[in-house]
C-alpha cells in the first residue's frame, strides 16, 4: 500500500520558511539603512567616543565624502585614522573665549570634521567612523544632534532631520545621541583620557560594531538554511506526488 503525502503542507512550509529567509536576509540591510551613531559613554562631561555606521546613501552611487557636523558645546574633536579615507577639521571662531576644563582659555572650536575617500566607498559595503570628543557638561537631559553630509559620486544625502519623541523617524534623521547624568566622581574637571583610555573606548566602540555584525551573518545564515529546507520540502513532496 502506497503512503500518500499531501502536497499542501509541504508548499505551506515551503512558503513560510521562505518568507523567513526573506525577513533574516532583510533585517541587517534594514538596520544599516540610516547613519546611526554608537558612545562609549552618553554621561555629562564624559569622555567618549562616538562610532558612526556608515550605509548607503545615494541609491547605487559609492560615497565620496563625509562632513560631521558638531553641535554647540563640543570644541574639541580627535578624528580616529581611518584607512582609506583623508581627514581634515573646520575650525571656527567662538563669539568669546571660554574657560575649559583643565583651566584653559579656548578661542575656537573644531565645528566640523570631513572624511574624504580616497576610492569611493562603494554602496553594497559601508563602514564605521570614530571621533573622539568631550561631551558638554551642562547638557544633561539634551539630545545632541551630530548631523552627516553624505556626498557621493551622484547626489548627496544630508542626514540633519531632527527626531522629535513621539514623532515618527523622518526620511533622513541626525544621528543623535541622548546625555546622561554626570557619573559619580564628576568629569567636570577631569583630565583628559589617558592614551590607554582612548584605546579602550576605541576597541570597545569597534566590538560593539563587530558585535552588530555577527548579529546580521548569524540572520542572513538563518535565513539560508530556512530556504534551503523550504526547497527541500517542496522537492519531497512532488516526489511523494510522482510515487502516487
Known sequence: MTTKTPVRPALVTATAL???????LGAPLAASAHVGVDSTSTAA???????FGIPHGCGTS????????????????????????????????????????HGASVVDRV????????TP????????????????????GETLAFPVLQDCVEGSTDWSEPVAEGEEEPEHPAPS???TAAEEGGHHGAAAPEHGDEHEASDAAA?????????GVTGIAVGVLGLGAAIAALVLGRRSRKAE
Open 45 to 51: 562631561g564624559a569622555y567618549t567616543v562616538l562610532s
Open 207 to 215: 566590538s560593539d560594531d563587530g558585535t552588530a555584525r555577527a548579529i
Open 111 to 118: 565645528a566640523q570634521v570631513v572624511y574624504t575617500a580616497t
Open 18 to 24: 521562505g518568507a523567513g529567509a526573506l525577513l533574516a
Open 177 to 179: 545621541i541622548a546625555v
Open 121 to 140: 566607498l562603494p554602496s553594497d559595503l559601508r563602514d564605521v567612523i570614530e571621533l573622539s570628543l568631550q561631551l558638554p557638561a551642562d547638557a544633561e
Open 62 to 101: 559609492p560615497t565620496t565624502k563625509l562632513t560631521f557636523t558638531m553641535p554647540e558645546g563640543i570644541d574639541r574633536v580627535t578624528p580616529t585614522v581611518n584607512a582609506g579615507w583623508t581627514i581634515e577639521t573646520v575650525v571656527e571662531k567662538l563669539p568669546e573665549p571660554k574657560i575649559d576644563s
